[in-house]
């Protein structure tokens, strides 16, 4: 069983900064993507960013120029570098990996609370 275990969640001031990390037990092999999504409050969970093993991105709207992410592939792992954090930013982060045959797994998902 894959086991994704995220870190790097806080309490951060509107304009601050945040890095969240994702290490995965599983296998290097065979990835299509890692990522991250969110949850608010009363909301659905929400894409953030996705990486592919080709190295290609994809990131929600609302945090285009904010947030990066990135893979390191031989640590097995995903992080999401946050900066400009806004209020509504505030969520439970998931981090997410999806292999070629289908499998998905998921985090257990730190909390991201951006307040004043």
């Known amino acids: 069983q894959v086991q994704l275990v995220e870190s790097g969640g806080d309490l951060v001031q509107p304009g601050g900064s945040l890095r969240l990390s994702c290490a995965s037990s599983?296998?290097?092999?065979?990835?299509?993507?890692m990522g991250w999504y969110r949850q608010a409050p009363g909301q659905q969970r929400e894409l953030v960013a996705l990486?592919?093993?080709?190295?290609?991105?994809n990131y929600a709207d609302s945090v285009k120029g904010r947030f990066t992410i990135s893979r390191d592939y031989a640590k097995n792992t995903v992080d999401l570098q946050m900066t400009s954090l806004k209020t509504e930013d505030t969520a439970v982060y998931y981090c997410?990996?999806?292999?070629?045959?289908?499998?998905?797994?998921w985090g257990q998902g730190t909390q991201v609370t951006v307040s004043s």
């Open positions: 997410n990996l999806v292999y070629n045959s289908g499998a998905v797994y």
């Open positions: 599983g296998s290097t092999f065979g990835i299509f993507t």
């Open positions: 990486i592919a093993t080709s190295g290609s991105t």
